[in-house]
């Protein structure tokens, strides 16, 4: 089980974009996510004229390390650290250190 998942509401805590807050559209294995608005870059396109595609400049939002990431959480308004426990029936799941709340996802 992974402490940041795919829909997870999170916030930049190092780099250029530290404490911009955005969704996670998708984690890799190599330990890096793609956050939704964030860490965008300028990237140059060729056009392919058989496909119909246009060349130019495009924005696309590059990985960042989940080590820079902390997940949101509502109730404090702050980014949050993530921890593991089992419930009464077994079932394991995150939950906020700050607050013992579970996490919902």
Do not use: C
Request: proline letters at 4%; zero cysteines.
């Amino acid at each position: 089980m992974q402490k940041i998942k795919q829909g997870d509401d999170v916030v930049v805590l190092a780099g250029k974009d530290k404490g911009k807050q955005g969704r996670v559209t998708k984690i890799f294995t190599n330990g890096r996510a793609i956050v939704q608005g964030i860490n965008v870059a300028k990237k140059h396109k060729r056009g392919n004229p058989n496909a119909g595609e246009p060349g130019g400049i495009i924005d696309k939002e590059m990985p960042l390390d989940i080590s820079n990431l902390g997940i949101y959480n509502p109730e404090t308004q702050k980014a949050d650290r993530i921890g593991f426990k089992f419930l009464d029936d077994g079932k394991k799941v995150r939950y906020f250190k700050s607050t013992n709340e579970v996490v919902d996802a």
